[in-house]
């Protein structure tokens, strides 16, 4: 009988350099395609001095191949500095299959241990609020990594979020706006107007106050019937779109213009429109 191979495994803290993960990289077989937006993710964090030693351990087997840590490894190269890692080897080649089957935490996680209220509202208003910034648009799928460190980022950067998120918080979801969209426009409304953002917002998710031909009137009526369309048909538009709407109503109300309707489409490309807040 075929006397089995006992393997030890054993784990230490190690200072890791690009020319140590350029070798470990090196037995990197089999694994999953590096995804260079979270290189790049990670590798921003690790130069502005934000990367943790959390305990999640880089991974070789007893055979030399990389079992985890391709994105954290590559990271480091990219950024180019020294950083120290728990490295775990000797780790048998056939538990490969079993890593990262743990569920990852959300933003919402991440801030609601930090011990900030209304989490479950912030952390969706942080990433549509980062994507405008950033983009000049709402469309989150391209913000689909952003990650529970850059939100708690966004907090230190801009705590005024934490105001807005307690103003929709009061409003609540509505037939108009989700309190998560309301959250995001009321703190990009405010860099502009606190005083107006809070009115106009209000009218919108209350309905009260509304005069025919006013934005927050037509903009309202518009959401509405969108709300409408998802109930008959499952298929109300995007977020991107919905949001865009509310901006030109807000633009129009800034610059005192009454709007018969909401134009949300550039004519000459047929796409959404990018608007500034005014």
Not at 1 to 19: D, F, H, N, Y
Not at 53 to 79: F, K, M, P, W, Y
Request: net charge positive; charged share 25%; proline share 3%.
């Amino acid at each position: 009988m075929e006397k089995e191979t006992t393997t030890v495994a054993r784990s230490q803290l190690v200072e890791i350099g690009p020319e140590e993960a350029s070798r470990l990289l090196a037995r990197n077989d089999g694994n999953r395609r590096i995804k260079p937006q979270v290189v790049a993710e990670y590798s921003k964090a690790m130069r502005k001095g934000h990367w943790e030693l959390n305990g999640e351990a880089i991974i070789v087997a007893d055979t030399g191949r990389l079992l985890d840590g391709q994105h954290r490894l590559a990271a480091v190269i990219e950024s180019g500095v020294r950083l120290p890692f728990f490295l775990n080897s000797g780790v048998r080649e056939s538990s490969f299959a079993t890593i990262d089957q743990g569920i990852r935490r959300s933003q919402r996680d991440l801030l609601e241990v930090d011990g900030e209220q209304h989490s479950n509202i912030l952390a969706p208003a942080i990433r549509l609020i980062a994507c405008y910034r950033e983009a000049g648009h709402f469309s989150v799928n391209a913000f689909r990594k952003f990650s529970g460190s850059a939100s708690s980022d966004y907090l230190e950067r801009f705590p005024q979020i934490r105001c807005s998120a307690a103003f929709a918080s009061q409003l609540g979801s509505r037939r108009t706006l989700k309190a998560t969209q309301c959250a995001a426009l009321h703190f990009l409304f405010s860099e502009k107007s606190p005083r107006d953002a809070e009115s106009f917002l209000t009218k919108l998710q209350k309905g009260v106050d509304l005069r025919e031909g006013e934005p927050v009137y037509v903009i309202s009526d518009w959401l509405a019937k969108r709300r409408q369309r998802y109930l008959r048909y499952g298929n109300s538009g995007s977020v991107a779109e919905a949001l865009t709407g509310v901006v030109y109503a807000w633009n129009a109300h800034r610059e005192g213009r009454r709007i018969r309707n909401v134009s949300i489409v550039d004519r000459a490309d047929q796409r959404l429109r990018k608007l500034q807040i005014v």
